[in-house]
């Protein structure tokens, strides 16, 4: 049984924020450093993915948190673990470091699951690829439109060296998210394909059930148009990456449940695989929190649910354990009725 059949049966909950979590704790520099980083001649904090080197006990715990409240796909805390996103800190040497080290806090955060609940319901582990702090398809300068601060080749190089330190470290899915350009995107899905390539894996498809990889696309919507960063609607989008044997595409970031529905629709009426949507806690506030509570996010995301518009569904900015419990358990009473 894999993720395949297990996403026939039933609506599979993804987990929510992580920085959210990591924001509760009171974490200094020395929590960043450690002993594997004593003499770095930069700041660190803020790179929570190094976390998952010098705290892997509240990484893991974390993990474990949104396992009990029902997740059944937890992400890998990388989502800047790439050499692009790392070079602001000058921690280019230690992409694979970071990565293994994540998917081990994931697997960690599993085996205690299983261990103190049972392994009845399969959980699983996507490997999380953020779009790097550099875009292909759009100048950083004003006065010069056909620059680029970045190319294709470097951000395959850049996703090869990470998803290749993950799929041997060993995950189920491969999660691009947060898609602001879709050019960034391709080269992240060409390079998990390569790396897949080489180490003899397949993607999971309908025409390809039990392969051994569920490759996951997730875009954000960054403005009322409806569009991305880089000017796609979500057709556009869905279309663009329409050649990628992909296990699901879907939304997240940026906009709350209420407002993402129509793109998520627009989605569904046009992809042949399963669709997925983790929106905020609703729109930030004037001090960039996040005000809607768990409760209020469940009744905001029903309509996905009852209108069976994903297969996929769990949060973002904002969202706690208690958000996705509150999800999980109102997926689970509807599927209950249903049946």
Known sequence: MGIYQDIQKRTLIIDGAMGTMIQRHTLTEEDFRKDRFP??????????????????????????????????????????????SMDDYGLTDCIEEVN????????????????EHGSEQKKYIAGAVGPTSKTASLSPKVEDPSYRAVTFDDLVHAYEEQITAMLQTGVD??????????????AAFFAAQQCMSRLGKTAITHQNPDGDIALMA?????????????????????????????????????LGADQLITYVKE??????????????????????????GANEMAEKVKP????????????????????????????????????
């Open 39 to 84: 003499d770095h001649p930069s700041p660190l904090k803020g790179n929570n993915d190094l976390l998952c080197i010098t705290r892997p006990d509240i990484i893991t715990d974390i993990h474990y948190a949104y396992l009990c409240a029902g997740a059944d796909i937890i992400e890998t805390n990388t989502f800047n673990a790439q050499r692009i």
């Open 100 to 115: 293994v080290a994540a998917v081990k806090c994931a697997q960690a955060a599993v085996e205690r699951y299983y261990n």
């Open 173 to 186: 899915a491969i999660l691009i998210e947060t898609i602001f350009d879709t050019l960034n995107a391709k």
């Open 218 to 254: 997730s875009g954000t919507i960054t403005d009322a148009a409806g569009r991305t960063l880089s000017g796609q609607t979500a057709s556009a989008f869905a279309i663009s990456l329409s050649h990628i044997p992909l296990f699901s595409i879907g939304l997240n970031c940026a």
């Open 267 to 292: 989605l569904e009426s046009i992809s042949n695989c399963f669709i997925s949507a983790y929106p905020n806690a609703g729109l930030p506030n004037a001090l960039g929190q996040y005000d809607q």
């Open 304 to 339: 996905y649910l009852t209108g069976k518009h994903v297969q996929i569904l769990g949060g973002c900015c904002g969202t706690t354990p208690d958000h996705i419990a509150a999800i999980a358990q109102l997926a689970h009473q509807l599927q209950s009725i249903k049946a």
